[in-house]
């Protein structure tokens, strides 16, 4: 049993990590946090660096969440490795984090946000900024 | 006063309004291969060389100078911000520029970063301006033999002193000047290496050699380290400098330009020395020692300012003598010969307004890179996150499509792929690129050379050192090849004391030094400039 959150380092993501820690401590579950990148790029400012995961664990400590931070660099979409960790810790709570998203920007990128809701087999909790 | 003529219809051909349109397409190119690393001036120019054979030569070779300064301006943004030097004359800007943005300084380091390379660059073109005449009038008065030496010169030095294994380095000279030699004897056209491959009869094109070895190979090469840990910048707004700022910077913009320039227009100075020097100087100047290490601004604006003034300085033997030191300045002199033009010291006297126009581009891209890069450096840190398979996608299909248009002869995808998978192992094993690239453009006119004072002393062997200046230049070769092994047991000698140098880039920033460490096992650079950089801490 777990909450599985996907987590940027954006208001979005910062909203859904807050609410799953709620969730998590609520429920006394293992809280999972997602962070990852394609790896495809040089740069990926969603991606946190070492500096920032050790500042997030300690956060969790001081919450005191039971608490995993997975940053898997495989090439996959983030929408894969979230659900990926979902089926793994058979999570009973999907978090993520939703974006203002322009109807042109839907057409031409993929919204990983809409893969898990569909995709995934846990409920999904959708958060706003 | 006749210069000054000169340069004012440079300037008034520079000027139209087509030509300023390509200067600009220079400059935001530039900048863009400047800022991503591993994608190089060197890369640009050859990729783009196919694509110029229909514009006029002047309106190619503007832009080809936008592209060459931009690379430099485009190289300390990263720098700066990623602490991921794209080349190795920016290591240092690397080293104290990071430390800055950490600090929460980015702004004011890209600031002087952007003026110091201005300042640099437009007085580094003004003393070409000044010494290219004269280099040229000296120049015209030497013999076949002396042109040989100084050659012979130029190719040792490249190898010997740039790059960090001298026998990695004469192994990439030795493949460099081999495919020179493909083709036929110029003399008695006899045939040279074709393996019976009436293709090849010809020679090979050097836009199809250079296109293989910058473009085919790195992309290779990186298709080949694609997936790692992302990096993530420092965010910044617009450069800026206070008055402090600028107090602190002007001195060494100046110092930096005067150890750069010099040091470009030897056949063999490269970037890298000056700006090492630029830094112990500033740091052994400045008011505020203790801020080395942890971000002084000195450190950024004179290393910056000498790397600038190195790459005018580069021109001034490459316009004056026909003489390419660094890989861009090899692509463009090939790109001479595309045109159909002949390097060397008559340039200056059979296409006066060619070469003008192109000087005066250089200080109308300079300030054209000042207006692009001041306002919108953090725009191009943005470039950083451009998903690399599509860029080297990009960079494979131009490729490929300019080597083919080369001949329209499906044979050059051969030699293509062929070159291209000899470039990836090259970079692979560690070999400098530089030395084959120089190999290649000056072995076939160094023969042309020897052959000549062969012929002048009918085939008298000491017919190469008929000339007294020839002497002395095969003197400088000998002490050039020696002075290492000398200075290595010296040392060894005294009991291997760490030099200054090593001090400053080992024993001051211990931090700086391992993230080079880092991004080295990440690849993340091209291999040559991070075996250059590694080497400059080593060496010296």
């Keep these: 049993m777990s909450v599985v959150v996907g987590y940027i380092p954006t208001p979005e993501g910062e909203a859904a990590l807050e609410r799953a ?31 920032q995961a050790e500042n997030l664990a300690r956060r969790l400590e001081a919450e005191g969440v039971e608490h995993l931070l997975l940053q898997p660099l495989r090439g996959h979409d983030p929408a894969e490795e979230v659900l ?20 042109v920007g839907k057409l031409i990128l993929g919204s990983t946000a809409q893969r898990i809701l569909l995709q995934a087999e846990a409920p999904v909790l959708a958060v706003k900024a | ?42 890369m640009a120019v050859a990729l783009l060389l196919p694509v110029t054979y229909n514009l006029e030569p002047t309106s190619a070779f503007i832009m080809f100078a936008g592209i060459y300064y931009g690379g430099m301006y485009g190289g300390s943004t990263t720098s700066i911000l990623l602490n991921t030097p794209g080349e190795s004359a920016t290591v240092i800007t690397a080293i104290e520029g990071h430390k800055m943005a950490k600090a929460g300084r980015a702004a004011q380091a890209l600031a002087t970063a952007a003026i110091g390379s201005f300042v640099a660059g437009t007085i580094g073109t003004a003393l070409l301006v000044a010494f290219a005449p004269l280099v040229v009038k000296f120049a015209v008065s030497l013999g076949a033999p002396t042109y040989l030496a100084i050659m012979v010169l130029a190719l040792i030095a490249v190898t010997a002193v ?18 020179g030699l493909i083709g036929l004897d110029p003399v008695s056209g006899q045939q040279r290496l074709i393996f019976g491959q009436p293709l090849l009869i010809d020679g090979l094109d050097i836009v199809v050699v250079a296109v293989a070895i910058f473009a085919v190979g790195e992309a290779l090469w990186t298709a080949a380290h694609l997936r790692r840990k992302p990096m993530s910048t420092i965010p910044v707004g617009r450069p800026w400098m206070g008055r402090q700022d600028w107090k602190r910077s002007w001195k060494p913009w100046l110092r930096g330009t005067a150890y750069g320039f010099p040091f470009g227009a ?119 996150r451009l998903p690399r398979p599509y860029l080297y996608a990009g960079i494979l299909f131009f490729a490929t499509l300019g080597a083919y248009a080369v001949n329209l ?29 120089i190999g290649l453009i000056l072995g076939p006119r160094a023969e042309e050379q020897l052959r000549q004072s062969l012929q002048l002393s009918g085939g008298e062997i000491s017919g190469l050192w008929s000339e007294p200046l020839a002497i002395v230049i095969y003197c ?20 291997g004391r760490p030099s200054t140098l090593e001090e400053v880039t080992m024993g001051a920033t211990p931090e700086a030094a391992e993230h080079h460490a880092v991004h080295r096992s990440a690849g993340t650079r091209n291999p040559q400039d991070t075996e250059n950089a590694t080497e400059n801490k080593e060496k010296v």
Aim: hydrophobic share 55%.
């Design chain 2, 266 to 384: 030897l056949p063999a100075g490269g970037a890298e020395i000056p700006t090492f020097l630029s830094y112990i100087t500033e740091k052994k100047l400045s008011k505020h020692p203790e801020e080395f290490g942890h971000g002084a601004i000195e450190g950024v604006a004179g290393p910056e300012a000498a790397n600038n003034a190195s790459a005018a300085g580069t021109l001034t033997p490459m316009l004056a003598l026909g003489l390419p030191t660094n890989a861009t300045a090899a692509v463009m002199l090939a790109a001479f010969i595309q045109f159909g033009i002949q390097p060397g010291p008559l340039l200056f006297e059979k296409e006066p307004d060619l070469v003008w126009a192109l000087i005066a581009s250089l200080f109308i891209g300079n300030t054209l890179l000042l207006l692009v890069n001041l306002p919108l450096a953090p725009m191009w840190a943005k470039l950083l």
């Design chain 2, 162 to 179: 740039l790059g960090s294994s001298k026998l990695r380095g004469f192994a990439s000279l030795g493949i460099g000047l081999a495919i």
């Design chain 2, 409 to 437: 002869q499906a044979f050059d995808l051969v030699i293509l792929l062929v070159l291209g998978s000899l470039g990836f192992a090259m970079r692979r094993y560690g070999l400098p690129v530089l030395p084959l690239i």
């Design chain 1, 21 to 51: 820690i709620r969730e998590a401590r609520s429920g006394g579950t293992l809280l999972v946090v997602v962070n990852t990148s394609r790896g495809d790029a040089l740069v990926d400012q969603r991606f946190i660096q070492q500096q």
């Design chain 2, 1 to 42: 006063m006749e210069t000054l003529n000169l340069l004012m219809q440079g300037f008034a051909t520079a000027a139209t309004p087509m030509n300023l349109l390509f200067a600009l397409v220079g400059v935001v190119l530039g900048t863009a291969v400047g800022v991503l690393p591993g994608i190089g001036p060197a």
């Design chain 1, 84 to 103: 990926e960790a979902a089926r793994e810790h058979h999570a009973d709570l999907v978090v993520i984090g939703l974006r203002r998203r322009s109807p």
């Design chain 2, 476 to 495: 400088i070769v000998v002490v050039v090849l020696l002075l290492p092994l000398i200075i290595a047991l010296v040392r060894k000698a005294r009991g």
